[in-house]
DNA sequence: ACGCAACGCATCCGCC
DNA sequence: GGCGGATGCGTTGCGT
């Protein structure tokens, strides 16, 4: 009985194996990032150091994103010819 | 100054750049995941149940894991000659 | 001053009290469980293999555990009535 | 077959079930702490601040004993009646 | 906005 | 005494 309430079984067995196998591609990057931080740590660099680095690089990324979306809202609002809505966009950040 | 206290500024940006892509990877397969789970519950499927339907598996697979470490264990214990080998007469009963 | 910005710090203490007693309780069952270690060390006993039984055992318990919160969460889908029942017919097998 | 090569399969079972016994009595009050902490943040205090104070005064708690147990070296090296042991008592430290 | 669960980090213990 | 593995803590992200 694949086909319950006219629901596929089989359809739903698709979704789980799908997951299952990106979830085990997660797991093997995630070890090559363990892997370079070892490599890393055996060339005398300091992971947790290493760790700081990156947090911080994430973060400038993050900002400029969001300068660049804000940037974008303008642009657009410009476009619209609706020469208001510049005033209004950034009343509430 | 690309070396610093003898160590090799450029070698530390290969590292930190590698890791950093292999983070971008993660992070987009965990998105797959999620539209994967999106996609399901628009076919009806309740995701709650499909994440304890993995959850189980996994456990499963993780329990044939233990047993195996557990005869491993055991195999080396006799190796090494020792009484502790009387671990396997009745403590899984 | 036993109480600053509207809350008590009688009250507080009380909370830290409680819990720094509960943890000498519990760092004094974690010093007991090393004594048996011992002893059963002591006794001929590897400490490794009984670790892994327990770990095993520990993992049996939790995954009949999974099961039935699977069981349930199948029934309370039932209650709901919709389709995502049909998680049951073949996904385990 | 509860003995194997002279081992009793039956002490090794003694041993397990007082450690898998002990490990739920530190489980339990290990859940009564989280229930503490929880009770405090209803109350309106902040666990994580009250995790800092608890973890602050175990430091001090820990700095009073080691200076305890110097003061006893001290204190010992005199009774022993050997003045030259209270001249190299902390040379190293 | 809250609570829960997974991830990563720090600490500690046993082994070499 | 150093190293690797295991455990507990704290943080972050996800779902409700």
Redesign the pocket.
């Known amino acids: 009985m694949a086909n319950v309430g006219g629901v596929s079984g089989a359809q739903l067995r698709q979704f789980i194996e799908r997951i299952e196998r990106l979830e085990e591609e ?2 093997a990057i ?1 070890d090559d ?1 363990k892997d370079v931080y070892a490599e890393a740590k055996a060339n005398g660099f300091d ?2 150091i290493m ?1 700081q680095v990156i947090k911080v690089r994430k973060m400038e990324t993050q900002e400029r994103q969001e300068l660049e979306a804000l940037l974008d809202v303008y642009l657009h609002a410009l476009e619209g010819g609706d020469a208001a809505a510049a005033a209004d966009d950034d009343a509430t950040a």
Do not use: F
Request: no cysteine.
């Open positions: 997660k797991k995630a990032i992971p947790k760790r």
